[in-house]
């Protein structure tokens, strides 16, 4: 299976465009907005998440880019973890493949119905499914789905939704045996994970935070503790200390107040002591 990490910033991604912190101004590689394309073959690929820069990011990555015919595309569908813009607006940008699966957990599906209405306005440009994160069948793959949180987007606050609203998926190559588990939103260190990244080979972890009070402290944001908290993102601080050996651990959705993103900082390097990497935009893994 091949993974490649087509942006691995949060929201905004990095540097954030409204944001001119002593980060956002540094000279730390630049990152757009977490998305991943996995596929068994290298032909057809999969697209875990639909950022805002889905366009740059297939253009930037030879394997995904149109061809050999006029109008082919390898892509062959979307698994989403979660209703997030950040994670969903890239869907808007995909409408010209004209039908393509979408995968998401049903309380997701249905905020893309109505409040961000994406499905509605993408059914206009014809014949997409969109279909429920269970029973996924990928080519050559096979997946698995773990609730990892009731977290919802901002715009969905009036919602009165059940969850669960985020996912975690692990994706299994049938020939390799190869296992990537895809967590990019953890509100916590979730029951059965240990479970879920049993045997993987790569598990990419929710690294929007370093610390618990990164929004407040480190950046001077004038934004409190509770807005941090109420983001639901387990901080790396908090991640890091429950990760074992066997699997290859790494960060992504890295938010523009954290550390990591500064290849040169203390808190970088205390990643990489903990036995986990920060990988740039257009890594890609091997499984
Ligand atoms: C998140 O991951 O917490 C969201 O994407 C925040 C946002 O709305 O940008
Ligand atoms: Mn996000
Ligand atoms: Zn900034």
């Not at 049993?198 to 690294?207: H, N, P, R």
Request: include cysteine.
């Amino acid at each position: 299976m091949r993974v490649v990490l087509l942006g691995t910033a949060a929201g905004g991604g990095f540097p954030q465009w409204n944001c001119a912190c002593a980060l956002c101004t540094s000279d730390a590689p630049p990152r757009t907005q977490d998305c991943v394309a996995v596929s068994a073959d290298g032909k057809n690929w999969y697209l875990l998440n639909a950022s805002p820069d889905i366009r740059a990011q297939i253009l930037a990555t030879p394997a995904l880019r149109a061809g050999p015919g006029p109008r082919e595309i390898p892509l062959r569908g979307v698994l989403l973890t979660d209703a997030e813009l950040d994670h969903s607006l890239g869907l808007l940008l995909l409408r010209e493949a004209g039908g393509l699966p979408v995968w998401a957990p049903d309380a997701v599906l249905r905020a893309l119905s109505d409040q961000f209405p994406a499905r509605s306005i993408i059914d206009g440009y014809g014949g997409w499914d969109w279909l429920p994160a269970s029973g996924i069948a990928l080519d050559g793959l096979r997946v698995s789905v773990l609730p990892v949180s009731d977290k919802r987007p901002k715009y969905a606050r009036s919602s009165t939704e059940d969850g669960p609203w985020v996912v975690a998926y692990r994706i299994e190559d049938l020939q390799t045996g190869g296992v990537f588990v895809y967590a990019p939103c953890l509100k916590s260190w979730p029951d059965g994970f240990d479970e879920f990244t049993g045997g993987a080979s790569l598990v990419l972890l929710d690294g929007t935070f370093f610390a618990p009070d990164e929004m407040s402290g480190a950046t001077r944001a004038k934004v409190g503790d509770g807005a941090q908290l109420a983001m639901g993102h387990l901080p790396i601080t908090g991640s890091l200390a429950k990760i074992r050996p066997g699997p290859r651990w790494a960060y992504t959705h890295l938010n523009n107040t954290n550390p990591v993103v500064d290849p040169a900082s203390p808190e970088h390097a205390a990643v990489l002591d903990g036995g986990a990497s920060v990988p740039g935009d257009g890594t890609e893994f091997k499984l």
